[in-house]
Nanobody, 116 residues
Framework: QVQLVESGGGLVQPGGSLRLSCAAS????????MRWYRQAPVKERELVGS????????NYADYVKGRFTISRNNGANTVYLQMNSLKPEDTAVYYC?????????WGQGTQVTVSS
């Protein structure tokens, strides 16, 4: 079955960087676009960005554009989220997502806390 496992979250100071990973299995990873979402306390889950199946195209929400970068390694079935210049408002649980076989799949999420 489809599995998505995020890792790499933690506590970081404002202005710092983190790199999240999402290891995928159970579907033909290299054929599917992947997305990163985040959900802050008492807020709805929101889209951070997406990457095409080949990695040749990426899109980002305005609030992370220029600071976050999504990439993928199809040989390793892994998608990444590089986060730079982190702000306290980036604090959230970050999830990777794939829409496959008419269903949405989510990982368990990884907590990112930006605080001094």
């Amino acid at each position: 079955q489809v599995q998505l496992v995020e890792s790499g979250g933690g506590l970081v100071q404002p202005g710092g960087s983190l790199r999240l990973s999402c290891a995928a299995s159970g579907f033909p990873f290299s054929s599917y676009s992947m997305r990163w979402y985040r959900q802050a306390p008492v807020k709805e889950r929101e889209l951070v960005g997406s990457i095409s199946s080949t990695g040749g195209s990426t899109n980002y929400a305005d609030y992370v554009k220029g600071r976050f970068t999504i990439s993928r390694n199809n040989g390793a079935n892994t998608v990444y989220l590089q986060m730079n210049s982190l702000k306290p408002e980036d604090t959230a649980v970050y999830y990777c997502n794939v829409y496959y076989g008419l269903s949405n799949y989510w990982g368990q999420g990884t907590q990112v806390t930006v605080s001094s």
